[in-house]
Every structure is written in C-alpha cells, then in structure tokens.
C-alpha cells in the first residue's frame, strides 16, 4: 500500500516538475539552435541594418548554462512559493500568477538577451534589458503563457 501511494505521490511530483521546468529546458535547447534562424530574420527582415555578431558555440553554451542555473533556482524557490500557497485555499489561485510571473521575467531575459547580445556587449544589454524591464517582463510572460497552454491543451 504504501509504495503504491509513493509511486502515485512520485508520478505528480515529475509531472509538476515538468511543466514547471518545460519553459527552462526548452529555452536552454533552443538557444543552442536559434543563431541561424536569428541570422536569417536579420537579413530578411532588416537588410539595411548591421548584421549582428554570431554567439561562437562555447559562449552560447555558456550563455545558455548561466541562464539554465538562474532559471532553475529560480523555479526552485518558486515551487516553494507554490507550496505555501496551496496549503490554503484561499491563496492556492495565486500559485500560477506566481508561475507566470518568474517565467515571464526568466524567458523575457534570455530572449531579450539572445537578440541583444549579437548586436551589443553584455553590460549595454543588461542596462536596455532594464531600461525596458516591463516590456521585456510582459513578452517573457506571453511566452511562458503559450509554453504551458501548449501543454495543456496536450493534455485534454
């Protein structure tokens, strides 16, 4: 009876890991993937303008592996966040607004970075990224939104 209840117990804990890490894992692999697409946007969608610097392999992973870190501890303290939460009623509605919210500032940052970064140095990046916290906070969201809508309409 018991391991019975720890499978069960053990299988929703992976599937909230899950969809609560989806938005990481799948930034991380993307930004390994997404230069070429980057390039090929630039050039088609602004031929006038400088074309931007690529990101060498060994930056982009470390770039990415940065991010992954943040975005993990970031998702971790999250979860505990979650958890006090749903212990009540009351306040358990405010779990996904949490959610959306380190997601939508996390997948803002790495976006906006991953354009920004072929165009300029990482300190003139973070100081645009801030000058522009809100749009990049609302853009990361709507992101994050569509990460896990996706996933639940896989669901049904």
Known sequence: ????????????????????????????????????LAKTLEFSHYPNDLPGRDLTLGGGIVAGLQFTVVAITANLFGLLVYALLLTTVIFAPLAPVVFYLVNGYLLGREYFDMVALRHMNRDAARKLREANKGRVWRAGAVVAFLFTSHSLILWR
């Open 1 to 36: 009876m018991f391991s019975w209840v720890v499978g069960i117990l053990g299988g929703f804990g992976t599937l909230i890991l899950v969809w609560v890490l989806f938005p990481v894992v799948a930034t991380f692999f993307g930004g390994l993937l997404l230069e070429d």
